[in-house]
């Protein structure tokens, strides 16, 4: 399934399928990205990171793919397990900009047994 | 070990209280930062401090007052807070290391209840 990270959606897959979770970053001049994975109850989770200079980078079961033309960000999750519901966010940061990070409003990602 | 503690876990405090929160890191970063969350919605980032120095203010309220005593330990001392200032407050890291991929490690989160 798929999602478009601009409000707080829901996306709703099974067990052992494939997610993949949009997110439309608003600055051109960003030159890395994050995703991040919360559960409830807990602080964001570093799960794999981009710089502006890659398309694609793989982790373990999940991939982020980057298309700087239209500012678009995806994070894709391979066999989808119960474990991996939770809400995700990218973050966008420009090279001296302060470090600052800027969050993206997530998307709610339930996995159905 | 990417480990960022934070204390307490849960906090209620009334207006007139005076509490602060606590941040602890061990991987030599020399960056730290606070963010405050709201339900469903993204971190916000509200002070970021570099090698013991306050670097960026995000126009946050005098009610928050930051402090970084040394290069592994960050409070966030509140005073006079709104009900509305109820939240999680997160802290992160980073090793500042001035290259692009300079990643922020996030602590569990202080749960902020305001009465």
């Known amino acids: 399934g798929e999602s478009v990270g601009l409000h707080l959606p829901t996306l709703s897959v099974q067990e052992g399928d494939n997610s993949i979770i949009n997110c439309a970053y608003s600055n051109s001049a960003s030159d890395y990205f994050i995703w991040y994975k919360q559960e409830s109850g807990k602080g964001p989770q570093f799960i794999i990171d981009?710089?502006?200079?890659?398309d694609k980078r793989q982790g373990q079961r999940v991939t982020v793919l980057l298309n700087k033309t239209v500012k678009h960000l995806s994070l894709q999750i391979a066999a989808t397990q119960p474990g991996d519901s939770a809400v995700y966010f990218c973050?966008?940061?420009?090279?001296?900009?302060?470090?600052?990070?800027?969050f993206g409003t997530g998307t709610q990602l339930k996995v159905e047994l | 070990d990417t480990e960022v503690t934070q204390t307490p876990k849960h906090l209620v405090m009334g207006m007139t209280n005076k509490k602060s929160l606590k941040c602890e890191q061990h991987?030599?970063?020399?960056?730290m930062y606070w963010y405050k969350q709201k339900a469903k919605k993204p971190p916000e980032l509200m002070f970021v401090?570099?090698?013991?120095?306050?670097?960026i203010n995000e126009s946050v309220p005098s009610r928050f007052s930051p402090e970084c005593p040394n290069s592994s330990l960050l409070n966030l001392h509140l005073h006079a807070l709104q009900p509305e200032d109820s939240a999680l407050y997160l802290c992160a890291s980073s090793q500042m290391n001035l290259v692009v991929t300079d990643t922020q490690y996030f602590g569990p989160g202080t749960r902020l209840t305001v009465l």
């Open positions: 981009i710089r502006s200079n890659m």
């Open positions: 973050a966008e940061k420009v090279t001296g900009g302060g470090n600052k990070l800027t």
């Open positions: 991987m030599g970063h020399r960056a």
């Open positions: 401090y570099s090698y013991e120095k306050l670097s």
